[in-house]
């Protein structure tokens, strides 16, 4: 289900260039950064990168 969201021209602006040199839409860049945020939050004790590298695997799966 997709829905409409405003969000800052500064957050767009900064996922617009983080987008594109991750081969991603400005939208899924910031769907990433949402999954890879409630990650964290929900798993303190675990250092980013492996949770960020463990989404990547999820989500391409």
């Known amino acids: 289900m997709a829905i409409a969201l405003k969000l800052s021209d500064e957050l767009v602006e900064i996922a617009k260039s983080h987008a594109a040199a991750n081969q991603r839409s400005v939208p899924k860049q910031i769907e ?10 929900e798993n303190p004790d675990l250092p980013v990168q492996l949770i960020q590298d463990t989404l990547l695997v999820l989500l391409c799966q």
């Open 32 to 41: 990433h950064w949402a999954w890879l945020g409630k990650a964290v939050e």
